[in-house]
């Protein structure tokens, strides 16, 4: 690109800083893009967990979306949870008014604990507003179920089986993401419009799994945006595979930090410290 590609996230903040808006924009930054963001809900979270959440009223979303958009040009966008029919619509409703080149939707529904964090008319407004939408999801083995409202997969050969439920939500990109399966391996699975691929890596052992969500989906947002606007069709599947590897080298020099008691980072800037 002759510019720097400008990228938007939508999203809950995190005071520790490994998560949410505050984690995307050090993706975004460690990835060469400019981040913007427009803030969703103030949480009171620490890497050992979420105290409360105080969601931003969808009026005050609308106003942070419409004074950035109607002066800034976004290249891409990622969006993070979305708790509340009301801001999924507010939310679809500016965003299709000024249309990025690219979406990336990380439907946070499930917890690590396995706790529901939306209720259902917050699910079906992720499902049938903000999917869509979007041009990229990136679903967790839980958070998938939820969407199709099945079991979560415990095979590969599961996940495959999921792929078309998935695939017909209408994001012509899924990112199916294994790490809930047991193994050495960390299998992702991406569905593009022409064929699905698995991602393969290694399982890396280490408890500084805080934000690799947010920074997987952050991570291919700013892959996206970097793209030139003549890029070759399979293009978003590289931009996709560099974002997984840009992730896994995090997560490999997480040990690095030394942040909280719980679920430390992963360390975005490993390329620069």
Not at 148 to 158: I, V
Not at 208 to 216: D, E, K, R, S
Request: with cysteine.
């Amino acid at each position: 690109m002759t510019h720097v590609a400008n990228v938007l996230t939508i999203a809950g903040s995190d005071p520790s800083g490994g998560a949410g808006l505050q984690g995307d924009l050090k993706t975004f930054s460690a990835l060469g893009v400019y981040g913007t963001n427009v803030i969703t809900a103030v949480i009171a979270q620490n890497t050992c967990g979420v105290a409360s959440v105080y969601p931003v009223p969808p009026q005050v979303i609308r106003e942070q979306l419409e004074h950035l958009l109607g002066d800034v040009s976004i290249d891409a966008v990622k969006i993070g949870m979305v708790a509340s029919r009301d801001v999924a619509e507010v939310i679809a409703e500016v965003l299709s008014k000024h249309r990025p080149r690219w979406i990336v939707l990380d439907p946070v529904m499930v917890a690590k604990s396995g706790d529901i964090l939306v209720d259902d008319a917050g699910i079906r407004a992720v499902r049938d507003i903000l999917v869509p939408l979007a041009d990229v999801i990136t679903p967790n083995l839980p958070e998938a179920a939820v969407l199709l409202g099945c079991q979560a997969p415990t095979s590969l050969d599961e996940m495959e089986a999921m792929l078309p439920g998935l695939t017909q939500l209408g994001a012509p990109y899924v990112v199916l993401k294994g790490g809930h399966l047991r193994g050495a391996t960390c299998p992702d699975l991406l569905a593009s419009p022409n064929a699905h691929t698995w991602l393969p890596a290694s399982r890396i052992a280490t408890e500084n799994l805080h934000g690799t969500g947010c920074a997987l989906s952050s991570a291919i947002a700013a892959c996206l945006a970097a793209l030139p606007e003549d890029a070759a069709a399979d293009a978003p599947i590289e931009a996709i595979s560099e974002a997984k590897r840009w992730l896994h080298a995090a997560l490999e020099a997480s040990t690095r930090l030394s942040v909280g008691k719980g679920r430390g980072p992963v360390h975005h800037f490993h390329a620069w410290w």
